[in-house]
């Protein structure tokens, strides 16, 4: 149970730090896609919906390939370290954050767009009123972003290796564990597990507004 704290610990940085990674390159590629006028916008968008369901190993394999010794960033010597674990867990939280990102700004420029524009505001000049008006909605999306990565297993497992003591979070940790039969671990890293989703979930439904202050359509 000594390894129980540092587990932990590394669980929640590498998945917070991924979490901060993804809400900045999301919210930028959601006001892209909200207020872009631009050819293949509407691919972009069908591409960062369906990119929701990225299966987390394939995620991993690419990275794997990526960041090995023989591969294109194999230099930068990241592979089974926690920083790789932050990049795979950060490309599977960015369409998350996008997508829902996306449809906040887009549904708020269309209900404020025109007073805005009235105010003589542009389309740039307008996010961070648009950003403000949509607060709720993109805290929701991080949160979302957040209980990605700190569920994930698939990918960190390629690309972290499951080092003991290094690179071994939560989810990994719990799979080793049990199949060492060693269930003390793994049923206690499992309940703290099930407490932060818990967590997230609740703050996500009840960050949303009530029903009956919520804009009219």
Same mark, same amino acid.
């Given at each position: 149970?000594?390894?129980?704290?540092?587990?932990?610990?590394?669980?929640?940085?590498?998945?917070?730090?991924?979490?901060?990674?993804?809400?900045?390159?999301?919210?930028?590629?959601?006001?892209?896609?909200?207020?872009?006028?631009?050819?293949? =916008?509407? &691919? +972009?968008?069908?591409? #960062?919906? @369906?990119?929701? !369901?990225?299966?987390?190993?394939? %995620? /991993?394999?690419? $990275?794997?390939?990526?960041?090995?010794?023989?591969?294109?960033?194999?230099?930068?010597?990241?592979?089974?370290?926690?920083?790789?674990?932050?990049?795979?867990?950060?490309?599977?939280?960015?369409?998350?954050?996008?997508?829902?990102?996306?449809?906040?700004?887009?549904?708020?420029?269309?209900?404020?767009?025109?007073?805005?524009?009235?105010?003589?505001?542009?389309?740039?000049?307008?996010?961070?009123?648009?950003?403000?008006?949509? =607060?709720? &909605? +993109?805290?929701?999306? #991080?949160? @979302?972003?957040? !209980?990605?990565?700190?569920?994930? %297993? /698939?990918?960190? $497992?390629?690309?972290?290796?499951?080092?003991?003591?290094?690179?071994?979070?939560?989810?990994?940790?719990?799979?080793?564990?049990?199949?060492?039969?060693?269930?003390?671990?793994?049923?206690?890293?499992?309940?703290?597990?099930?407490?932060?989703?818990?967590?997230?979930?609740?703050?996500?439904?009840?960050?949303?507004?009530?029903?009956?202050?919520?804009?009219?359509?």
């Amino acid at each position: 149970m000594r390894a129980f704290l540092p587990i932990v610990l590394l669980s929640l940085g590498v998945s917070l730090s991924a979490t901060a990674i993804a809400a900045v390159l999301g919210f930028a590629l959601a006001a892209l896609l909200a207020l872009g006028r631009f050819r293949g =916008r509407g &691919a +972009l968008i069908v591409l #960062v919906n @369906a990119l929701l !369901g990225l299966p987390p190993v394939v %995620v /991993g394999l690419f $990275l794997y390939l990526l960041l090995s010794r023989s591969g294109p960033l194999g230099a930068l010597g990241l592979l089974f370290t926690p920083a790789a674990m932050v990049v795979a867990q950060s490309v599977l939280a960015v369409p998350i954050i996008a997508a829902l990102g996306h449809r906040a700004l887009a549904m708020r420029w269309l209900e404020y767009g025109r007073a805005l524009r009235a105010c003589g505001a542009g389309r740039l000049q307008s996010l961070p009123s648009l950003f403000a008006l949509s =607060r709720d &909605a +993109l805290l929701t999306a #991080v949160l @979302a972003g957040f !209980g990605r990565t700190i569920s994930e %297993v /698939g990918a960190i $497992l390629v690309v972290g290796g499951n080092i003991a003591g290094y690179t071994r979070t939560m989810t990994t940790a719990i799979a080793l564990e049990t199949s060492m039969g060693n269930l003390e671990l793994a049923l206690s890293l499992g309940l703290v597990l099930i407490g932060l989703s818990i967590a997230v979930s609740a703050a996500a439904f009840l960050l949303r507004p009530p029903a009956d202050h919520r804009p009219a359509h």
